[in-house]
């Protein structure tokens, strides 16, 4: 292990029992944000034995990834299930030393359900966003107040949530994404409550991004705090502010000194100071 005590504890959760992986070398990307799309973690994970690879493949099993720091309560980082057709087992004559490849998908089971539903009446895109997050199966996350609505006089929902969402959504500036199974479902008219909100400032390094978007890149130490739809507060001498976070990436392992998060905020948004 690191140094800094860097401990990961896999927790594996399935329709009988809660299973805790645990005491694992472990090497991680894993990235984030509110697109609508899966997000996903690529995980290489040493001295993994028989039994534990094998409670890992179990058929439908949800996999919380939470790290924990010198013997704190674990914090979850993320949950999503195993792409079992793209794991690579170590060479079974020398498990221990070579890596188990996985990778992870957060809301694997919500994206693939086809969803059929007509509104025969009156219904508002409010009430349908509501529907279809139940039917998809997940959790609720962040759910804006203030969404814009749009009312019909009657609808046919069917398809596959992108689709649905992504047409109900785009043309009233709605975003949606889904958070460790939880969906946020994130108005364009959202700002800053206020509230305590984690601060960045120079002891955390601020990097303008080249993708022609308005957005910045903060790198931290690694963090477990910070989500997608998120507000953290800048306090640089070139940006200074409470911005609502676009993707958040964690990198790194538990066995050297390289643990890192990049966050990434945009910063032409309302909430700026």
């Given at each position: ?36 799309e899966s997000n996903r973690a690529y995980l290489n994970i040493w001295n993994l034995s028989d039994v534990k690879y ?64 007509n509104y025969r009446e009156q219904v508002n895109s409010t009430k349908i966003i509501q529907d279809c997050i139940s ?36 043309p009233l500036g709605i975003s949606f994404s889904i958070q460790n199974n939880l969906v946020d479902v994130i108005s ?86």
């Open positions: 292990m690191s140094s800094n005590y860097l401990n990961f504890d896999f927790i594996i959760t399935t329709l009988e029992e809660d299973i805790t992986i645990d005491n694992l070398d472990v090497e991680f990307d894993i990235c984030k944000n509110n697109k609508l094998n409670t890992l493949m179990e058929k439908d099993v949800m996999l919380n990834i939470s790290i924990s720091f010198g013997g704190e309560d674990p914090t979850l980082l993320f949950c999503g299930k195993l792409d079992r057709a793209r794991v690579k087992r170590g060479r079974p004559w020398n498990r221990v030393d070579v890596a188990n490849r996985f990778i992870l998908i957060d809301g694997a089971d919500a994206f693939c359900k086809f969803i059929n539903k039917l998809m199966g997940a959790g609720s996350g962040r759910i804006s107040e203030n969404l814009p609505i749009q009312q019909y006089e009657s609808y046919k929902l069917l398809g596959y949530p992108q689709d649905v969402l992504e047409k109900i959504c785009t364009p008219f959202e700002v800053f409550q206020g509230g305590d909100v984690p601060t960045f400032n120079a002891s955390n390094t601020l990097k303008l991004n080249n993708s022609g978007k308005d957005e910045v890149t903060i790198t931290t130490g690694l963090t477990s705090l910070v989500n997608p739809n998120d507000w953290v507060e800048c306090d640089y001498e070139d940006l200074k502010g409470v911005f609502q976070v676009n993707q958040v990436r964690h990198y790194g392992n538990n066995y050297g000194k390289v643990c890192l998060t990049e966050i990434t905020v945009g910063y032409k948004i309302s909430g700026q100071k």
